[in-house]
Structure formats: structure tokens, C-alpha cells
């Protein structure tokens, strides 16, 4: 059955650093998500893409925060200056269609910033 | 700001019990209702729901909308301890944003 994957499960670093997560989608699914979930709180949406562009983002998504889609297969998030509170847990999704369609989430990155 | 709400946080339950978890959603241009559950890591999608009143079933799982009321109740039947996870209600609203309440922990008990 086709998944989404996330690279790295975990990825620790130091204050200030930048950091990429990477996502691959299911292969014919056309919408991709970004959603954080800080431990013990919601899971919250950052951003949603769509033909090489954001659709979509959160108030949560600042200038900090980036997506791409650098070929046919990756979608990634770049958190240019990590900071403390932005260690969570971040899940990729993606659907075929925006609204109707069910989104079909990754297994997660847990970041922690020390 | 959209507010979804669910009820209750947590419950424990002993197996062959039945649950019924609550949601209930104050969304500006809403569009569909979805129920994941989540259980070590990443949230698996359960139904969807966009008509009041159809009920969605899937084995001992089924789940209906109401949406007069702004509400949405997932029920579990015969209960096993596989069902022991988090449950996530979200929300789609027009701008195509997924609003998730706080989610409801439910302990199956042996």
C-alpha cells in the first residue's frame, strides 16, 4: 500500500541552526501538508502546497519556516533558525484532491532543538 | 478562530465495553468533518464525513455528523485493546485548513 515517508525520524540540533525535514508523498497525490504537534498539545496545521506554491499557512508558519519541492518526488520544510520552541513533532501529509479527499499522513520527524 | 472540541479528554474502558467520543466544532465555512486515530506516531484516517446524518461504519467503528447541532459522535463496539490510542477530530473549512481539536485518550483495558 502506497505511504507517505518522512527522513529523518529524529533529528536533534543546537539553537539557531537550520534544519530541512524531507517528505515523500504518495506518487499521485497532487496536495502536501506540514503539521507540528508540540508534545502533549494539538496537532496544529503549518502549510499546505499545491503546483509549486503555498496554498495555505498558519499563522504558526513565519519567515522561519520554507517549503519546496526541489524535484518530482521530495517535499521539504527548512527551518532557517531553529529555536527552542520549535521542537515537536512535524508530520508531512499529502492528498489527492484539497478539500474532499482524505490526507494521508507520514510516520513524523520528531525535532529536538537544543 | 476556528475552535474544535472534543469530549472527553480521556477514558478508560474495559474490553467489550462500547465508547462514544464527542466532537463539536465552531468553524467558519465548514466543509467536511474527518476522524483519525493516533496511536505511537502519526495520525491514520479513519472517516469523513460531510452530510449530516449518514452514518459512516467501518467494522466496529462508525461515526456520524450532525450539522445543526455542530457536532460529530465517534462510537467503538466490543471494545479491544488494539482500539487503546488517541482520537483526533479535525475539521476542513473553505480555505482548505485542517483544524484538530485536542484529541480523546481512550485505555482499553484487558
Known amino acids: 500500500e502506497p505511504e507517505v515517508t518522512q527522513t529523518p525520524s529524529h533529528q536533534v540540533t543546537q539553537m539557531g541552526q537550520e534544519v530541512i525535514l524531507r517528505c515523500v508523498p504518495i506518487?499521485?497525490?497532487?496536495?502536501f501538508y506540514w503539521y507540528r504537534q508540540i508534545l502533549g498539545q494539538k496537532v496544529e496545521f503549518l502549510v499546505s502546497?499545491?503546483?509549486?506554491?503555498?496554498?495555505?499557512k498558519s499563522e504558526i508558519f513565519d519567515d522561519q519556516f520554507s517549503v519546496e519541492r526541489p524535484d518530482g518526488s521530495n517535499f521539504t520544510l527548512k527551518i532557517r533558525s531553529t529555536k527552542l520552541e520549535d521542537s515537536a513533532m512535524y508530520f508531512c501529509?499529502?492528498?489527492?484532491?484539497?478539500?474532499?479527499?482524505?490526507?494521508?499522513f507520514g510516520p513524523g520527524t520528531r525535532l529536538t532543538v537544543l | 478562530e476556528d475552535k474544535v472540541v472534543q469530549s472527553p479528554l480521556s477514558l478508560v474502558v474495559h474490553e467489550g465495553d462500547t465508547v462514544t467520543l464527542n466532537c463539536s466544532y465552531e468553524?467558519?465555512?465548514?466543509?467536511?468533518l474527518l476522524w483519525y486515530k493516533q496511536e505511537k506516531k502519526a495520525p491514520t484516517f479513519l472517516f469523513m464525513l460531510?452530510?449530516?446524518?449518514i452514518e459512516k461504519k467501518s467494522g466496529r467503528l462508525s461515526s456520524i455528523l450532525d450539522k445543526k447541532e455542530l457536532f460529530s459522535i465517534l462510537n467503538i463496539t466490543a471494545t479491544q485493546t488494539g482500539d487503546s490510542a488517541i482520537y483526533l477530530c479535525?475539521?476542513?473549512?473553505?480555505?482548505?485548513?485542517?483544524?484538530f481539536g485536542a484529541g480523546t485518550t481512550v485505555t482499553v483495558r484487558a
Open positions: 501529509a499529502s492528498s489527492v484532491l484539497l478539500s474532499y479527499n482524505e490526507q494521508f
Open positions: 506518487s499521485n497525490h497532487l496536495y
Open positions: 502546497f499545491y503546483n509549486n506554491e503555498i496554498s495555505e
Open positions: 468553524v467558519t465555512n465548514f466543509r467536511s
Open positions: 460531510t452530510s449530516s446524518g
Open positions: 479535525a475539521v476542513i473549512s473553505n480555505d482548505y485548513k485542517l483544524s
